[in-house]
């Protein structure tokens, strides 16, 4: 008649000759440390500061008078659907370089796949020693990674390093040059003159190799690429330069390479700049 499972039926008759009810019993457990409110300030807690971290919250609460653990700030958290993610590094960007970088979107959003396989992507790195990371833990949801509240800013240092000078394309890497192997007789620094020589020797191999006749260089707007002698022997080759807004390394895909590098070294533990 009613539709249901004959098992269903003996059990709900069990229940009711047994326990005389046939609501739900209290379920055990312990009871909630937290009230809506005590919720309710955790989140606008982390909404206002995300770097904020658990132990800081947990002493605002002490503050009001609600006494609760770090896991339970974490539970209250996890129910929001915030979660604990290592921040985002990425540059300081100001007004100007915003608007710079809107523009490039716009004019580039609906380029073909063709004109994409047809950059060499280039850039250099500086690879650390003793690489600290720089990572600090942020709390958000899922999705807001670039969210500027989110991020923290890079910061370069290290007890002796390389420096690095790499392309990519869309079939695969180039070539990684490493300024010492070319710099003996000019003070290892990386100037235009060795940036240069870099671009003399590696550019049109590794452009032919990865794209073919019809290539784009891409880089960005270092003072050795825009110093004037680069910017007349780049003329002289005639080589298409895809114009790059400043402050925007998040948007050469090769640094997802360089990123992937430095996490592989880090596990061979290297003990001197040279091995």
């Given at each position: 008649?009613?539709?249901?499972?004959?098992?269903?039926?003996?059990?709900?008759?069990?229940?009711?000759?047994?326990?005389?009810?046939?609501?739900?019993?209290?379920?055990?457990?312990?009871?909630?440390?937290?009230?809506?409110?005590?919720?309710?300030?955790?989140?606008?807690?982390?909404?206002?500061?995300?770097?904020?971290?658990?132990?800081?919250?947990?002493?605002?609460?002490?503050?009001?008078?609600?006494?609760?653990?770090?896991?339970?700030?974490?539970?209250?958290?996890?129910?929001?659907?915030?979660?604990?993610?290592?921040?985002?590094?990425?540059?300081?960007?100001?007004?100007?370089?915003?608007?710079?970088?809107?523009?490039?979107?716009?004019?580039h959003l609906?380029?073909?796949?063709?004109?994409?396989?047809?950059?060499?992507?280039?850039?250099?790195?500086?690879?650390?020693?003793?690489?600290?990371?720089?990572?600090?833990?942020?709390?958000?949801?899922?999705?807001?990674?670039?969210?500027?509240?989110?991020?923290?800013?890079?910061?370069?240092?290290?007890?002796?390093?390389?420096?690095?000078?790499?392309?990519?394309a869309?079939?695969?890497?180039?070539?990684?040059?490493?300024?010492?192997?070319?710099?003996?007789?000019?003070?290892?620094?990386?100037?235009?003159?060795?940036?240069?020589?870099?671009?003399?020797?590696?550019?049109?191999?590794?452009?032919?190799?990865?794209?073919?006749?019809?290539?784009?260089?891409?880089?960005?707007?270092?003072?050795k690429?825009?110093?004037?002698?680069?910017?007349?022997?780049?003329?002289?080759?005639?080589?298409?330069?895809?114009?790059?807004?400043?402050?925007?390394?998040?948007?050469?895909?090769?640094e997802?390479?360089?990123?992937?590098?430095?996490?592989?070294?880090?596990?061979?533990?290297p003990?001197?700049?040279?091995?």
């Open positions: 008649m009613l539709g249901v499972a004959k098992s269903t039926v003996g059990y709900i008759l069990r229940k009711k000759e047994f326990t005389g009810e046939l609501g739900n019993s209290k379920r055990p457990g312990r009871p909630r440390k937290t009230t809506v409110v005590d919720d309710r300030r955790i989140l606008s807690l982390v909404k206002k500061n995300p770097f904020t971290t658990s132990t800081e919250v947990q002493n605002t609460l002490r503050e009001v008078g609600v006494s609760v653990s770090k896991s339970t700030v974490k539970r209250r958290l996890h129910e929001s659907k915030y979660k604990g993610f290592t921040s985002r590094c990425k540059p300081f960007i100001n007004s100007k370089n915003r608007q710079a970088r809107v523009k490039f979107a716009e004019k609906k380029k073909p796949a063709q004109f994409w396989k047809s950059i060499l992507w280039t850039d250099e790195t500086k690879i650390n020693l003793y690489q600290n990371d720089g990572k600090k833990k942020v709390w958000r949801r899922k999705g807001t990674a670039h969210d500027p509240k989110h991020t923290t800013s890079s910061v370069k240092h290290g007890g002796g390093n390389v420096m690095a000078w790499a392309c990519m869309f079939n695969g890497t180039g070539s990684l040059v490493f300024i010492d192997d070319i710099t003996a007789d000019k003070s290892s620094r990386m100037n235009s003159e060795v940036y240069r020589d870099i671009l003399s020797a590696q550019i049109q191999p590794n452009a032919a190799k990865l794209i073919g006749r019809r290539f784009t260089v891409q880089m960005d707007n270092d003072p690429h825009t110093a004037k002698a680069t910017q007349e022997f780049m003329s002289a080759k005639k080589w298409n330069i895809l114009q790059w807004p400043s402050q925007s390394p998040d948007l050469n895909p090769i997802h390479a360089f990123h992937l590098l430095k996490s592989r070294l880090r596990t061979k533990d003990q001197t700049s040279k091995t």
